[in-house]
């Protein structure tokens, strides 16, 4: 099963962007890239998500490499309602989701 | 929007007591699930439930058992609570591998 790495904290001002990274070096080809972010006292609620070419939405935009093995979530203009912690997931194709710990992104004002 | 509900937000309870912990989606969803989050831990899943009266064993199912009599409620039972029950329970719901639904959570303290 694929297994995803990510850096524990990371901090950004408000108004910059933010790029998360993920690592999946063993991610299959029919792989998803899933990602959810948790909300103080909340539970997680789903970003966005690719296979293959990138992806926006009104909440973020996914970038994946070209070799599928890491991808990066990008917030374009952080606001103090972005601090949260960002989850990368895969394998989505199961029932048994893994959401590790997260990257906990702090946004300063 | 899809809307999961947890009944309690905060829930204190004695070692020993049998606790129920309960969630209900709104959406007519097949797959509903139970995870608890613990501190460095992230979220683990307890059990999950793909259709009314089926239930599999999640990664961490010890001292809980389910029930899924309907297809919107999906019950959590901890037998005999103890203290490492300590945590907060998060339920969530969704069809087919569309995204998952979370409710708010239950914190759930077990003196």
């Known amino acids: 099963d694929a297994k995803t790495t990510q850096p524990n904290s990371m901090e950004s001002n408000e108004e910059e962007p933010v790029h998360l990274p993920c690592n999946h070096s063993?991610?299959?080809?029919?792989?998803?890239i899933h990602w959810y972010r948790q909300l103080p006292s909340q539970g997680p609620e789903y970003v966005i998500h690719?296979?293959?070419s990138n992806v926006n939405n009104r909440m973020a935009s996914l970038a994946i490499a070209e070799d599928r093995k890491s991808s990066t979530l990008i917030l374009h203009r952080a606001t103090l309602r972005d601090a949260a912690v960002y989850y990368c997931?895969?394998?989505?194709?199961?029932?048994?989701?893994?959401f590790g710990t997260g990257t906990r992104l702090q946004v300063f004002p | 929007d899809v809307k999961v509900t947890q009944s309690s937000r905060y829930l204190v309870k004695r070692t020993g007591e049998k606790v129920f912990l309960e969630c209900v989606q709104d959406?007519?969803?097949?797959?509903m699930f139970w995870y608890r989050q613990d501190p460095g831990l992230g979220l683990r899943l307890i059990y999950f439930?793909?259709?009314?009266?089926?239930?599999e064993k999640g990664d961490i199912p010890e001292g809980y058992s389910v029930s899924r009599e309907k297809k919107e409620r999906f019950s959590l039972i901890l037998e005999s609570a103890s203290t490492n029950q300590t945590s907060m329970y998060l339920c969530?719901?969704?069809?087919?591998?569309?995204?998952?639904?979370f409710g708010n959570g239950t914190r759930l303290t077990v003196t």
């Open positions: 690719g296979l293959t």
């Open positions: 969530a719901s969704r069809i087919g591998l569309s995204p998952l639904h």
């Open positions: 959406m007519d969803h097949e797959n």
């Open positions: 063993t991610i299959s080809g029919t792989d998803y």
């Open positions: 439930s793909y259709d009314v009266k089926m239930k």
């Open positions: 997931i895969l394998p989505y194709n199961t029932d048994k989701l893994i």
